[in-house]
């Protein structure tokens, strides 16, 4: 049994279509990658996944649990941790804990006992009566993420997890993500980190609804770039404009500043073979692996 099943999920709000007939499946222990801009529908379809929005189509099971066994049946297989730090401020850890487990309707011995063994996961170094407002960043994130999953999920949905944190600590975020997808937990993430997607199993990219690519990272770049990809380094100093006079050469099928170099891809054999020399006489010039984030400018934010 999958963890994830969606068939033709569709969402409407009026005669707006959020998500488009949207079909996928992830499964059990895996690390799914959910990448598109902003109001490409993603957090729609998270919405639908835990339990708070009914599809206007299709339908969605999580762990086994679908919308014909109502919200709640569902609402208990998942776990959910915000992009904005969710857990109260001006209370202790152990108090934030404590009201989660009361929601959950949690039995206080299991609930202990769970408590104990996700602070020993996620590797807490304060004490329960720490106030949430004093601890890092990173740390506060931790404890979210303890807080999701406090009634054992099957799947935990995290919603850009390392926003605002250190490098270090987006880090160390994501080696817990791999030990709780190695204990069997399905883990469905968001992130704007191009270096954190790559860490996903596999990936599927949103845009304007529509689920437009599904492939792990070596496979969306083998999608997206069948053409060699080069990297242009100017021999001589230039401005960004200058670089950027370079974007509708016949040459290129693909053009993407990065800083005061650019990434592209030949549009041809012949018409590289044109202008090859002449680029040579500007760049240096090599050939490179596309990256993720190459991936995404293609697939997600150039024009369909």
Not at 83 to 99: G, H, I, P, R, S
Not at 120 to 148: C, F, N
Not at 185 to 201: L, P, R, S
Not at 264 to 273: D, H, I, L, T
Request: glycine share 10%; hydrophobic share 40%; net charge negative.
């Amino acid at each position: 049994m999958n963890a994830v099943d969606a068939d033709g999920l569709t969402v409407r709000f009026g005669d707006f279509t959020a998500v488009d007939r949207v079909s996928f499946s992830v499964a059990p222990g895996e690390i799914f990658g959910f990448l598109g801009a902003n109001g490409a529908g993603k957090t729609t379809t998270i919405r639908v996944l835990c339990g708070l929005l009914r599809p206007s189509e299709g339908t969605v099971h999580v762990a086994g649990a679908g919308y014909e066994g109502g919200e709640r049946a569902m609402k208990e297989k998942v776990g959910y941790m915000s992009q904005k730090f969710t857990l109260y401020n001006d209370l202790t850890v152990a108090e934030n804990l404590d009201f989660i487990a009361s929601l959950r309707k949690l039995d206080d011995a299991y609930y202990r006992k769970r408590r104990k063994e996700l602070l020993d996961l996620i590797g807490y170094p304060k004490g329960l009566d720490e106030r949430v407002q004093d601890l890092s960043g990173g740390t506060k994130q931790k404890v979210s993420l303890a807080a999701a999953m406090l009634h054992d999920p099957e799947v935990v949905f995290l919603d850009e997890p390392t926003a605002g944190v250190t490098p270090a600590g987006r880090d160390r975020f994501w080696k817990l993500i791999r030990e709780v997808a190695g204990r069997g937990k399905t883990v469905f993430v968001t992130t704007h980190y191009m270096d954190e997607a790559e860490q996903c199993g596999r990936i599927g990219l949103m845009r304007d609804g529509k689920l437009i690519a599904l492939d792990t990272p070596a496979g969306l770049k083998k999608k997206a770039f069948p053409e060699e990809v080069f990297e242009f380094d100017p021999i001589k100093p230039m401005s960004f404009g200058e670089l950027s006079s370079f974007e509708h050469n016949e040459a290129f099928s693909f053009f993407e500043p990065y800083g005061l170099r650019f990434h592209a891809a030949a549009a041809s054999p012949a018409a590289w073979k044109r202008w090859a020399p002449e680029l040579e006489k500007t760049f240096h010039i090599r050939s490179i692996a596309p990256s993720l984030e190459d991936v995404f400018i293609r697939f997600v934010e150039s024009p369909a």
